[in-house]
């Protein structure tokens, strides 16, 4: 699946969710943020750490009572992992998403304040894989290259299918909130498409963003 058929996908769902809005109370907004990501594997081929990334989307909202919401959400997603293994000094695999949550999100007013709530949410999660690549160095050397090339020869799927959750804090801000969120991003799917290789590899992405959500209409 080419980007551009990725991100017309992704515009199609959004504009979707606002159809489902009608006379609710809806609101958009967008977001970006920091993503610490790895890669679990059922068995370990080298050793792996977290992977330093970024996250960047819009978000659309359907309140159905004052204090929980349908939130759909569609973004960039900076995924993968770095590798150490004796046979190289350095190494990464990065696997970069556009990814689609749809989340239940319930709404905690705070007493005396109208313009700070705490919210948590959590929901299904499917990424359309943009591109995998793998790098490594050693002996002053850097090879670089998808992960399905021949240089690699690293199949994987085109989908991820994952559980998101987490939580943060609304601030009033103008006409609308900021919002500042920890998340949890944990792959289900298993990314090695070989058929026969008993090692899964599973997504694992903790994601810190900070956004504005403006309501734009309702009842």
């Not at 967008?30 to 890669?39: L, P």
């Not at 556009?98 to 299904?124: C, K, M, N, W």
């Not at 359309?128 to 670089?144: A, D, K, M, T």
Request: with cysteine; proline share 5%; aromatic share 10%.
């Amino acid at each position: 699946m080419n980007k551009t058929t990725v991100a017309a996908l992704t515009l199609a769902t959004l504009v979707a969710g606002a159809d489902l809005a009608q006379a609710q109370s809806f609101s958009v907004g967008a977001f970006g943020g920091w993503n610490r990501s790895t890669i679990s594997f059922s068995e370990e081929p080298f050793d792996v750490s977290p992977r330093n990334g970024f996250n960047v989307g819009a978000m659309a909202a359907v309140n159905f009572t004052p204090n929980w919401a349908v939130e759909l959400a569609g973004m960039y997603t900076a995924k993968g992992a770095k590798v150490e293994d004796p046979a190289f000094d350095d190494g990464a695999v990065e696997v970069d998403y556009i990814e689609v949550p749809l989340l239940l999100r319930a709404t905690i007013p705070t007493q005396g304040d109208s313009r700070l709530s705490f919210h948590l949410y959590a929901g299904p999660a499917i990424g359309f894989q943009l591109s995998c690549n793998i790098w490594v160095e050693g002996s002053g050397q850097r090879v670089e290259d998808k992960c399905d090339s021949e240089t690699f020869e690293a199949k994987t799927k085109s989908t991820d299918f994952s559980l998101f959750f987490g939580g943060g804090v609304g601030i009033g801000a103008g006409p609308g909130d900021i919002q500042l969120d920890i998340a949890y991003d944990l792959g289900l799917s298993n990314l090695i498409d070989e058929a026969g290789d008993p090692t899964e590899a599973k997504n694992r992405t903790l994601m810190l963003t900070a956004g504005y959500l403006l309501p734009v209409g309702g009842s």
